[in-house]
């Protein structure tokens, strides 16, 4: 009796009664495999190759034998009974087999076992395809979540989309969960040679693919990366024509489960975003800071923007006068007003216009007797003379008042708010959980967003 010839694939025609029958003829180990699976999905039980022996001729298989997934039973776990990651007994000793042996004389499989008779529940039809042994992923499909990941659609959006393009979830032949294994494998063999193995072997790939592409990175006294430094060919470009006004925000590292991604920016003639170049900051100290506006300075020639704004880092202002004397500093508005409702939203509260004569010192007074009036007038409207940040912020007024701004050269820009929209697109990618290859493929993935903005509002011009 010769047999049919399983497909290999995950869908089961249910038309054909795959079960074996003694006598029945394969032509390779592979296709009784196949009808093995065929018929456990049709009957809704899991399977499991049992045993083989070759032959010590040719090395050929001479005898298989294929088993439900509940034969036998596992040894019993001796480890301590607290131990909270116990497996569960699945196994139940189930009789069920299916065995071939090879006939020389005809160089087919020849079914001379099989036992039909289950002693557990078999799974549900709608059920059926959530079982391990009829679950496998094509590598079609393992290309295709490469490259939904690539362009950053979520695991979750991408098993939903494949599903959906395969017919549904019972048909798409892998689970949720193999999927997130799958990536987390990647992931790791992505990180063979460690972090920063890893990271110099991606630096070094974008470098072969243009020499211009810079970076830097810092060790501690163990050798160890702390921070780094980098800019494609491209950011050095933009950089030579609209360099001369910059922001420089390190808040994407605010959230401790965060990378601590520092970025320097600016816009372009269409008043879009343009980056200059990035940085992962793991230690904010003067030292560091300094490493970084130097690095930054090598990768540019040694060309200094004329003014800069940032929040109010002490480290960073620090290190901004050592490194940039001749660069103007400015304060970002918006950190400002942020850090002033925090320290005094007291005064702000049941009708007050604190915030409101406040944001008139920075920004409508042109003279300075003007200013100095409208700040004497709400010391003591306010009754807050004795605020430390309020103090400690009048001591910089020079970069941040408009009286005090008119000979910097800023282009209009008084905030890092231009970073923003980087913030948005990029806070899902900052998890420290995910492998630094991958955070720069998303990265280069969102620089690359903006990139694409400035053509389209050139090809609108």
Known sequence: MDAIVGDSSQNVNTQIDWTPQIGMEFDSVENAWNHWKNYGKQMGFGVRKHFQNKSKLNGKIT???????KEGFRRVDKRDHHYISHRDEIRTGCPVRFFISLVRETEKYKVYEFVADHNHIMHLEETAYMMRSHRKMSDIQASEIDLACASGISPKATHALMSREAGGRATLGYTELDQKNY????????????????????????????????????????????????ADARMIVDYV???????????FGTNKELRPLAVFTSFNHHRGVVI???????????????????????????????????????????????????????????????????????FMKDGSHFLRDFKACMFEYEDVAEFQNAWDEIIQKYNVE??????????????????????????????????ESLNGDLKAYLKSDLGIVEFFQHFERVVEQKRHKELKAEFNA
Request: glycine share 6%.
């Open 276 to 346: 200059f170049g990035a940085a992962l900051l793991y230690d904010e100290t003067v030292e560091s800071f300094k490493w970084l506006f130097e690095s930054f300075l090598d990768a540019y020639a040694s060309k200094k923007p004329q003014s800069i704004f940032t929040d109010q880092d002490a480290a960073m202002a620090k290190a901004l006068v050592e490194v940039m004397p001749e660069t103007w500093h400015g304060l970002c508005t918006w950190h400002i007003m942020q850090n002033g409702i925090k320290h005094l939203g007291n």
């Open 183 to 230: 990536l987390r494998t990647r992931r790791q063999k992505n990180l063979i040679y460690g972090e920063a193995g890893s990271l110099l072997k991606y630096f070094q790939e974008q470098i072969n693919k243009n020499p211009s592409f810079h970076y830097a990175v810092q060790l501690d006294a163990d050798e160890k990366i702390t921070n780094i430094f980098w």
């Open 386 to 419: 004795s605020v430390s940040w309020l103090v400690g912020i009048y001591k910089l007024k020079t970069k941040w008042a408009r009286c005090h701004m008119k000979n910097a050269f800023t282009l209009g820009v008084r905030s890092t708010q231009l970073s």
């Open 241 to 251: 024509y609209f360099g001369d006004v910059m922001t420089f925000d390190t808040t």
């Open 63 to 69: 005898t298989k034998g294929f088993v439900c997934c």
